[in-house]
């Protein structure tokens, strides 16, 4: 059984409210950091844990907050990424609803490691029930003397407030939910300035995902140093993955950064193979926003090396073999699924939450949903298929924030691995239309 760091208590009855979580070790953590180690003490634990960014881009945690300036007489913030939107991923709500002390004790910490007096927890619209369990936990821990002023007698004061999102994917992106958080449009901000700098109302802003920051409770307990054991190389601890697609368990597994992507799929103790004893055809290993991997891609790094779950691993050979770990959304894809209509399902996606700001994104999102529509449904040409290759490379790297490269890569995948399917529905436009999946013809 691999072992666990976030999710080992996760299963204890009561665990949700505070007195079941303090009497199974909660809040241990907080008291080392904020009356033994000191704010200089737990940063130096988060650098050495290695521990990265577990909402999509792997970013040290440490180097992050190191960066975070200091000007005197000016507020910092801690903001918790809780808006939780890329197709596949749903780690961050199991953890909320299951284990919520886990997140206010990591966000009382990390909140005193970098001087924040304000911590906003901004969290999905959609997700309408887990503000009150995260509220109810704050005011539990606030009574019991963990936020709110001179919290153990240390003079640090601390207050969380949960901020409800309306829905749109964009205020996941760090600087459109600061936008929102504001009161404005989630409109993203051209960086530099990072938030570090200028954030939440131009002041300095540390934005990290729940994971990351309730892997800080963990890290405090048993120090950086045990920390790094849990993994390999530079994808250091435990991550969360919420798996799904034609799999036999779905659900959110916490594994070591330290098994192998076959070990997953196919061992019991994760997602127990593929149903109905179906082949597996490919996976999106990181959430719809990272490269799609055939099979032989997948288990398999081009070299023949073992392919891992690891931040490395999967991103072994770059785009043109490989993929990323992305926030752990893995969606796995059996024989009978197809690529072209899985793609036309992202760029649907993608379109509907372009903010529209940038010309690329806005234009093409909805350029690369029509192409794909007409040749999923039967309608297209050959030339449809280097069309949208030409969109897609015209989009990444051309844009304000992520969402262009997130909507340019699913589709330069498919092609790139699985062109010939794209060719079948061309050449066989009778089949393609008799196909009706259900999609929205729009
Ligand atoms: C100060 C510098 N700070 C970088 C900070 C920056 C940010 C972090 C990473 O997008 C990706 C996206 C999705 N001084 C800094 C600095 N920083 N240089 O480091 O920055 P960045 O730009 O690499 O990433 P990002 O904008 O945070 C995240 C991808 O993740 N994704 C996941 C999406 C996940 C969800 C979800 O539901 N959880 O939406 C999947 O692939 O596409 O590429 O904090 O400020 N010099
Ligand atoms: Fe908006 Fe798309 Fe530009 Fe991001 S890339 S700022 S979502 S238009």
Known sequence: MGRKLLLDKA????????????????????????????????????????????????????????????????????VCNADESEPGTFKDRYLMEHIPHLLIEGLLISSFALGANS?????????????????QAIAEAKNKGWLGKNILGTG?????????????????????????????????????????????????????????????????????????????????????ISACGNINKPGVYE??????????????????GIKNNKRLKACIPGGSSVPVLPANLLLKTAKGETRMMTYESLADGGFATGSMLGSGGFIVMDEDQCIVRNTLTFARFYHHESCGQCSPCREGTGWMKKVLHNIEYGK???????????????????????????????????????????????????????????IAHY
């Open 11 to 78: 299963h204890i009855e009561g665990i949700r409210y505070y007195d079941t979580y303090r009497s199974n070790g909660g809040y241990t953590a907080a008291e080392k950091a904020l009356k033994t180690l000191g704010p200089d003490g737990v940063l130096d634990e988060v650098k050495k844990s290695g521990l990265r960014g577990r909402g999509g881009a792997g970013f040290p945690t440490g180097m992050k907050w190191s960066f975070i300036a200091k000007p005197e007489g000016v507020p910092r913030y801690l």
């Open 119 to 135: 911590c906003y927890i901004y969290i999905r619209g959609e997700y309408a029930w887990i503000p009150e369990i995260l509220e």
């Open 156 to 240: 640090y004061d601390l207050e969380i407030y949960v901020q409800r999102g309306a829905g749109a994917y964009i205020c996941g992106e760090e600087t459109a939910l600061i936008e929102s958080l504001e009161g404005k449009r989630g409109n993203p901000r051209i960086k530099p300035p990072f938030p570090a700098v200028k954030g939440l109302w131009q002041c300095p802003t540390v934005v990290n995902n729940v994971e990351t920051l309730a892997a800080v409770v963990p890290i405090i307990n048993i120090g950086g140093d045990e920390y790094i054991k849990f993994g390999t190389g530079k994808s250091t601890g435990t991550k969360l």
């Open 380 to 438: 297209g040409k050959m030339s449809d298929i280097d069309l949208l290759w030409d969109i897609q490379r015209k989009i990444e790297g051309n844009t304000i924030c992520p969402l262009g490269d997130a909507a340019a890569w699913p589709v330069a995948a498919a092609i790139r691995h699985f062109r010939d399917e794209f060719e079948w529905h061309v050449l066989n436009p009778d089949e393609s239309q008799k196909r009706n999946y259900g």
């Open 255 to 272: 594994i070591e950064m330290n098994i192998s992507v076959e070990e997953f799929i196919f061992s019991d103790e994760y997602c127990g």
